[in-house]
């Protein structure tokens, strides 16, 4: 049985922030493995044309190959949930997952942000006792925009932004301790690659960054054309 843990995004690209929170899991022994779970298109992120999740798993393979080898051969990507019938949710991809893979484990990664709005989701207390989370802090200023990025949408009555959320952890919640923060989004890295520019290597894998200029990724009036 391998304790597998299940950290979602939609990797537009995948970043240096998300790969730090995948290697502080596996060198804490958090879990045996990090799946990194390429999301299907999310409502919430409507305003936008997300790339296709083929190129997205292609990114986020490309950053995984970049992690030390101890690392590396701990983190997978996974385009489980985006196989499954949609509308998807966390809590449906996770009683997937266990139908699935039954001999293993599944526990949720989060950030500090999502909790705020962690009590909207669809079956909070199924997730928490069920699977239990992994939860990371999100410095105040370090790219934590509340509720971003989850599907599963906001809740009007969650703290607001700038409330300690981390006091108020509720049981099935462990903390991630000791992760590095990395002041970086994929809305940033958007940006930079549409204005011409490549960021830092400490902001996102070279290999990543030769992946969306070689296919063109972000660049004003292109991008739409492949979604
Ligand atoms: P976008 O800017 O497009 O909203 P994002 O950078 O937040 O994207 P996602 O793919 O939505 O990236 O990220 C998945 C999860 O990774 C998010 O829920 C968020 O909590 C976390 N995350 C994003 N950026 C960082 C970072 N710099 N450090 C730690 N965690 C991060």
């Given at each position: 049985?391998?304790?597998?843990?299940?950290?979602?995004g939609?990797?537009?690209p995948?970043?240096r922030?998300?790969?730090a929170?995948?290697g502080?899991?596996v060198?804490?022994?958090?879990?045996?493995?990090?799946?990194?779970?390429?999301?299907?298109?999310?409502?919430?992120?409507?305003?936008?044309?997300?790339t296709?999740?083929w190129m997205?798993?292609?990114?986020?393979?490309?950053?995984?190959?970049?992690?030390?080898?101890?690392?590396?051969?701990?983190?997978?990507?996974?385009?489980f949930?985006?196989?499954l019938?949609?509308?998807?949710?966390?809590?449906?991809?996770?009683?997937?997952?266990?139908?699935?893979?039954?001999?293993?484990?599944?526990?949720?990664?989060?950030?500090e942000?999502?909790?705020?709005?962690?009590?909207?989701?669809?079956?909070?207390e199924?997730?928490?006792?069920d699977y239990?989370?992994?939860?990371?802090?999100?410095?105040?200023?370090?790219?934590?925009?509340p509720g971003?990025?989850?599907?599963?949408g906001?809740?009007p009555?969650?703290?607001?932004?700038?409330?300690?959320?981390l006091?108020?952890?509720?049981?099935?919640?462990?903390?991630?301790?000791?992760?590095?923060?990395?002041?970086?989004?994929?809305t940033?890295?958007?940006?930079?690659?549409?204005?011409g520019?490549?960021p830092?290597?400490?902001?996102i894998p070279?290999?990543?960054?030769g992946?969306?200029?070689s296919?063109a990724?972000?660049?004003?009036?292109?991008?739409?054309?492949?979604?």
């Open positions: 049985m391998s304790r597998i843990a299940v950290f979602g939609t990797f537009d995948p970043h922030g998300h790969l929170i995948a502080a899991i060198r804490q022994r958090m879990a045996d493995e990090v799946w990194l779970m390429v999301s299907p298109e999310n409502p919430f992120k409507q305003g936008r044309r997300i296709p999740e997205r798993v292609e990114m986020a393979e490309r950053a995984v190959g970049s992690l030390p080898e101890e690392v590396r051969s701990r983190v997978r990507v996974s385009d949930e985006a196989r019938p949609k509308p998807t949710y966390t809590v449906t991809t996770l009683r997937a997952l266990r139908k699935a893979y039954p001999d293993d484990e599944f526990v949720l990664v989060i950030g942000d999502n909790l705020r709005s962690f009590a909207g989701w669809r079956g909070p199924e997730i928490l006792h239990g989370v992994i939860v990371y802090p999100r410095e105040e200023g370090v790219s934590a925009r971003s990025g989850k599907k599963d906001p809740d009555s969650a703290p607001e932004e700038g409330e300690d959320t006091s108020k952890t509720p049981s099935g919640c462990v903390i991630l301790k000791g992760v590095s923060m990395v002041d970086v989004s994929s940033a890295l958007r940006e930079a690659f549409a204005d520019r490549v830092d290597t400490a902001l070279a290999a990543v960054s992946y969306i200029i296919h990724l972000y660049r004003r009036g292109i991008h739409s054309a492949l979604s």
